[in-house]
């Protein structure tokens, strides 16, 4: 059964960073498209970065834009999260997903992605 295991998460102070990692068991995505989503208690799922199937086009949300970098190894099967200059306010269950529409789609919204990891989470402490 296909899967997308989350890791790399932790805690860490303000201004370090993490790498978390997404791979892809089961199956392969490499023809998709796939982002990074995170949930802070309390409140809704948000977006954080997305990346087209071969890396060539990547998205990210206006609060981690110059701090997160999106890559991919299709090889692998994995997608990476490098998370820079983390804040508190990055705190959150970190969530990897697959946009299965396929093409030129690149998801930025939940409602885009229909296959998801179980989620790492990630505490910045100030």
């Known amino acids: 059964q296909a899967q997308l295991v989350e890791s790399g998460g932790g805690l860490v102070q303000a201004g370090n960073s993490l790498r978390l990692s997404c791979v892809a068991t089961g199956r392969t995505f490499s023809d998709y498209s796939m982002g990074w989503f995170r949930q802070a208690p309390g409140k809704e799922r948000e977006f954080v970065a997305a990346i087209n199937w071969n890396g060539g086009s990547t998205y990210y949300s206006d609060s981690v834009k110059g701090r997160f970098t999106i890559s991919r190894d299709n090889a692998k099967n994995t997608v990476y999260l490098r998370m820079n200059s983390l804040k508190p306010e990055d705190t959150a269950v970190y969530y990897c997903?697959?946009?299965?529409?396929?093409?030129?789609?690149?998801?930025?919204?939940?409602?885009?992605?229909?296959?998801w990891g179980q989620g790492t989470q990630v505490t910045v402490s100030s």
């Open positions: 997903a697959v946009d299965q529409r396929g093409g030129l789609a690149v998801g930025i919204t939940v409602f885009d992605y229909d296959y």
